[in-house]
């Protein structure tokens, strides 16, 4: 199929396949087993009295996060700009933050609470408290970040920065940026271990994966994957990266050790994150 994105506006990058992708974002919720409700505005705010098993209606899901030490579930919605959380016991939305513009990807650190929101449209990253629900920093990045992922044992916070091929890393400490690296074209997402502290991110246009050490934020490694890579993710406990390719339908496995390709499983067509 043809790419997904263009350099530009994200008007462009909301085509079919970034649709689907939104739209599957719900399907990732309902994955990670936690049920959603049906959501209704009123002047007071969103209507949060639902029960198991009915699902949460959102135009544009794009990015979901837990926070596993306060069972708190973070879901972006890319056109309002606002942050739904949800409580993932009782599964009711207990607050929904709006942070900006044409917001993506979303991280959380376990052990600050903190909550860190790619902003697509005003290349940023926006920062919430995840005790007050309140935006308590903004911070400038390269232009157009989509995935973002956190390292809690380092407190760095990385940003896929995908029209400047580049990764920003933040500091979670001061909310500044501490490095830019230039990584492959059109980095789509990114995710960090932090046993190894390596960090790894999706390139979209090349199908490679750049390996970055986090102590010194220098890539040490390109690994060639599958077509179209789009997302990424790590086992820390067994230094195994998987890497979806959405072109190619299919599932790379690379070794963390020798950051080689270990295997390749085919999946369903047009697969996404």
């Given at each position: 199929m043809a790419r997904l994105h263009a350099k530009?506006?994200?008007?462009?990058?909301?085509?079919?396949?970034?649709?689907?992708r939104a739209a599957l974002c719900a399907v990732g919720v309902v994955l990670i087993a936690i049920v959603f409700i049906s959501l209704a505005h009123t002047p007071s705010g969103p209507v949060t009295t639902a029960s198991k098993g009915s699902v949460i209606a959102v135009i544009s899901p794009f990015g979901v996060a837990v926070n596993p030490s306060t069972n708190l579930v973070y879901l972006t919605n890319y056109y309002s700009g606002e942050v739904f959380v949800l409580n993932g016991s009782t599964?009711?939305?207990?607050?929904?933050v709006l942070v900006g513009s044409s917001i993506a990807g979303i991280a959380v650190d376990p052990l600050t609470g903190l909550v860190y929101v790619s902003n697509f449209g005003s290349n940023m990253v926006s920062v919430i408290n995840g005790s007050t629900n309140k935006v308590v920093a903004s911070v400038i990045v390269g232009s157009s970040?989509?995935?973002v992922a956190v390292n809690p044992s380092t407190n760095l916070v990385y940003l896929a920065d995908f029209n400047s091929n580049m990764v920003s890393v933040i500091s979670g400490e001061t909310n500044e940026v501490v490095a830019n690296v230039t990584v492959g074209d059109d980095p789509e997402d990114v995710t960090a271990n932090p046993s190894t502290n390596l960090v790894y991110v999706a390139n979209f246009g090349p199908n490679t994966v750049s390996v970055i050490d986090g102590s010194t934020t220098k890539v040490v490694a390109t690994v060639r994957v599958g077509f179209s890579p789009l997302s990424v993710a790590v086992s820390p406990p067994t230094a195994m990266v998987y890497v979806i390719s959405q072109d190619s339908n299919a599932i790379s496995i690379i070794d963390?050790?020798?950051n080689k390709v270990v295997a390749n499983a085919t999946i369903g067509i047009d697969p996404q994150k």
């Open positions: 530009g506006s994200l008007s462009e990058i909301t085509t079919v396949g970034r649709l689907k599964n009711k939305v207990v607050a929904n970040p989509l995935g963390g050790s020798t």
